[in-house]
């Protein structure tokens, strides 16, 4: 084998362990940003097992695993790089100077120093991390340790393949000088590599970086992406199991903060109770507009009232989404709150109680008519039988105005946030309990209990089965107070 032919085989053999060394180090990476598996021959050499000190999943979990180390020093610095992406960007680095350059001729060596600087700085970086794993850590990656043996070899070749003249060209340099009788002319092998193919493969070197450094943001994205699905499905079941779990939902209603929710009495309410004393109140910020409202006041009227025989007191309280007459809110969420909070409140100046609830349920059950612009005056006035005037008039007075501007205020000062808001003896309802019956089935059991009387069975809630139904008739002109809740 002549000598040419041997710096073509060490040229591969160098090549070829860049390219190893960049395939690992790949296989790390992934692991180190997902944490699962690769391929068997990887998974083969990378135990997981807790017990093994030829652990590669404790040693990529470590705060070593990055750089700068993720240390008490370290923790303000900003995305630290994973050591595995590093190394991967190093390794191909190294690959693509050896295939495209390898050796080069000896009057063109210095460009030998880019991979000779580039391999001493990945030493110096093997032999740090080698110490911590071994000095610092209680476990150590096998596959790391075999790229730093790949990274010493690589660093052999090159010495190896240091572009001095070879005693073979020598001669032959010594020979064709003796025939021509002319000076030594220079080393036979052709200038390599041209100037255009070393600046072409540094540029190379720099896109393949480049390039790595591209997959590594997107691969986190992805990680990223996995891991809120994996919290989201997650979550999602937490929900499920716990708005499905009366017993949880009511224990977490139970241990809140007692509010202070006391009544002034011009409250508006809908209750089917007989006995202003056996009132329950609930009080519910809402806004005409917002669907999870319209039904909320479904589930409270026909579902949950039938678990107290009637004696609910739903105290209705505005919070339209509209900053035109909410500066609790940005912007118009619900540009017709504002209004349907004003038609039912000239409806209770005009018509009392009974007018309020019944403007009340034609707001929520005509929702999109309310959102198009199809409800006017006109209608609300048809509705209650009144002339249009007489609404109009209502309209104008500035009771409507303070009564929307106060609930505002008491929403403020409960820090209520949006809608439905829901309120029980004195204790804000979670947002999973609002609809769930079960929860409302305990609290039931507390009002009973708290009226020393015994629960009649046609309120239980039985598994399977429905809540008994309200009452058919509501006293919604009720002139008593509801009690304080």
């Known amino acids: 084998m002549n000598m040419t032919s041997k710096w073509v085989a060490l040229q591969v053999f160098a090549a070829s362990l860049a390219l190893m060394a960049t395939a690992i180090s790949y296989q790390l990476l992934a692991k180190h940003l997902s944490g699962s598996t690769g391929p068997a021959w990887f998974d083969a050499g990378c135990s997981d097992e807790p017990e093994s000190r030829a652990n590669c999943a404790a040693v990529l979990a470590s705060p070593y695993s990055y750089f700068p180390a993720r240390t008490d020093e370290n923790k303000d610095i900003k995305n630290p790089l994973p050591v595995a992406f590093l190394g991967m960007v190093y390794y191909s680095m190294l690959a693509t100077w050896l ?28 032999a740090y991390y080698m110490y911590i794993m071994f000095a610092q850590l209680d476990q150590w990656c096998p596959w790391c340790l075999v790229t730093h043996v790949l990274n010493a070899l690589i660093a052999l070749s090159l010495f190896l393949m240091w572009p001095s003249q070879s005693a073979e060209e020598k001669t032959r340099t010594q020979e064709s000088s003796k025939k021509s009788k002319k000076p030594a002319d220079p080393p036979v092998r052709a200038a390599h590599p041209s100037t255009r193919l ?14 790595e450094n591209m997959f590594l943001q997107a691969a986190k994205g992805y990680s990223r992406a996995e891991q809120l699905a994996h919290e989201r499905d997650y979550y999602r079941t937490e929900i499920l199991r716990i708005k499905g779990d009366g017993a949880t939902l009511y224990d977490r209603w139970r241990t809140s903060e007692k509010l202070d929710m006391t009544m002034d009495g011009t409250e508006t309410f809908r209750t089917y109770a007989r006995k ?16 999870s409202c319209r039904n909320t006041a479904e589930f409270l009227e026909k579902q949950v009232q039938g678990l107290f025989a009637g004696n609910l007191a739903i105290v209705f309280k505005h919070y339209p989404l509209d900053d035109e007459c909410n500066n609790r809110t940005k912007g118009q969420t619900h540009p017709m709150a504002c209004e349907a909070s004003r038609w039912v409140e000239a409806a209770r100046l005009v018509s009392g109680n009974p007018g309020f609830w019944q403007v009340h349920d034609i707001l929520f059950e005509n929702q999109k008519d309310l959102a198009s612009g199809l409800i006017s005056n006109d209608s609300i006035a048809e509705a209650l039988k009144i002339p249009v005037d007489k609404l109009t008039e209502a309209l104008a007075s500035s009771e409507i105005e303070d009564r929307i501007k106060k609930d505002v205020r008491e929403a403020g000062r409960l820090n209520v946030h949006g809608t439905p808001s829901v309120y029980v003896m004195s204790r804000k309802v979670d947002s999973l309990a609002v609809r769930e019956l079960t929860f409302w089935d305990r609290v039931a059991d507390v009002y009973w209990e708290s009226r020393k009387t015994p629960r009649p069975e046609e309120t239980k809630l039985r598994l399977k089965e429905k809540a008994p139904s309200a009452p058919t008739k509501a006293t919604q002109d009720n002139p008593d107070q509801p009690a304080a809740p």
Request: net charge neutral; charged share 10%.
């Open 99 to 126: 295939i495209f350059v390898g050796r080069p001729s000896p009057q063109r060596w210095k460009y030998h120093l880019v991979p000779v600087v580039l391999v001493a700085t990945g030493l110096m970086a093997s």
């Open 198 to 211: 070393g600046w072409t493969c540094i540029f190379l070197m720099a896109a393949v970086a480049f390039g």
């Open 276 to 291: 202003s004393e056996d009132v329950l109140p609930v009080v519910v910020f809402s806004d005409f507009q917002c669907p």
